[in-house]
């Protein structure tokens, strides 16, 4: 599975109501909620290896899933 369907699955999963229509371009505000923001940031040290910076949460980072995408390729360690 590439990192934009495991975040959708995971987001779809554990932080979205099942009512909202999540694609990869959808922006996540009201979907994702300061609590979300904290396991997803735990998600993604997890399973991507790295620490996220509070700095880098940001809407140009975590604002869709599309662009939590490229933070974590641009990120993530190289194997």
Do not use: C, W
Not at 4 to 32: C, S
């Amino acid at each position: 599975m590439d990192i934009e369907q495991d975040l959708l699955a995971f987001i779809k999963k554990q932080l979205a109501r099942p009512e909202f229509d999540l694609e990869p371009d959808t922006n996540l505000v009201g979907i994702v909620d300061s609590t979300g923001v904290i396991e997803l940031v735990v998600y993604i040290t997890d399973h991507y290896g790295f620490e996220v910076e509070i700095d880098a949460i940001t809407p140009e980072n975590f604002g869709t899933v599309r662009k939590l995408t490229e933070y974590i390729r641009k990120n993530a360690p190289q194997t």
